[in-house]
């Protein structure tokens, strides 16, 4: 099993600029949740999906963060436009429903906003 | 106040000690606790599950007491392999994990 796999590894921007975030879950995992990680917040919940449903998006931080799940293999997490305070490693994990506490971690995206 | 609060450490340690991790958590309506690891530049991954009675996997033991709403995480004989950082979970519903901010411990030769 591959793992769940985001992309890019690294993204560096400007202030201003669209960024989308890549996700492709395990397969077989029905959920999927995207995170946040800074070192003065640590890691935050963004949003979560079931079966591609968005269950709960109260941790985006404000309305030019977005995230859309058309299939069961794919997710975007999008800012836009991007801010320097944005700069963070953005985490996709997924899992199973019924046991959603083995919530597998993919590499992480590391952002940079200039 | 956080929801899941944990002392930041950093802990070090020499090979071979005995170190604990505590843990206190808010919500009395939590439902499951977990601890998870995080190497530096990596992703967080699951150490083991917390369990009312108590549980020990190898050097690992964890306990939770929800009178206190604490939980805790003791490792003993330490590897130089088990420097990381350690992030307490609290599960208030399926889906709803919330993640302390994490200890970082180091074990030196």
């Known amino acids: ?114 | 106040r956080k929801e899941v609060e944990q002392d930041p450490g950093p802990f070090n340690v020499p090979e071979g000690a005995t170190v604990a991790f505590n843990c206190t958590y808010s919500n009395s309506a939590s439902q499951s606790f977990f601890w998870y690891r995080q190497d530096c530049r990596k992703e967080p991954k699951l150490l083991m599950s917390v369990y009312s009675s108590g549980n020990e996997d190898g050097r690992f033991t964890a306990q939770l007491n929800r009178a206190s709403q604490y939980i805790s995480l003791l490792i003993r004989d330490s590897k130089l392999s088990d420097s990381a950082t350690y992030l307490c979970v609290v599960n208030l519903n399926n889906n709803d994990m919330r993640f302390g901010a994490g200890t970082r411990l180091t074990v030196k030769p």
């Not at chain 1, 996700?23 to 949740?33: D, T, Y």
């Not at chain 1, 299939?71 to 997490?77: E, V």
């Not at chain 1, 320097?84 to 490693?89: C, G, L, Y």
């Open chain 1, 1 to 114: 099993d591959a793992g769940v796999i985001q992309s890019p590894r690294h993204e560096v921007t400007e202030m201003g600029q669209e960024v989308t975030l890549r996700c492709k879950p395990i397969s077989g995992h029905n959920s999927l949740f995207w995170y946040r990680q800074t070192m003065m917040r640590g890691l935050e919940l963004l949003i979560y999906f079931n079966n591609n449903v968005p269950i709960d998006d109260s941790g985006m931080p404000e309305d030019r963060f977005s995230a859309k799940m058309p299939n069961a293999s794919f997710s975007t997490l999008k800012i836009q436009p991007s801010e320097p305070r944005d700069s963070a490693v953005y985490f996709c994990a997924s899992s199973l429903v019924l046991r959603a506490s083995e919530q597998f971690f993919g590499p992480g995206t590391r952002l940079t906003v200039l």
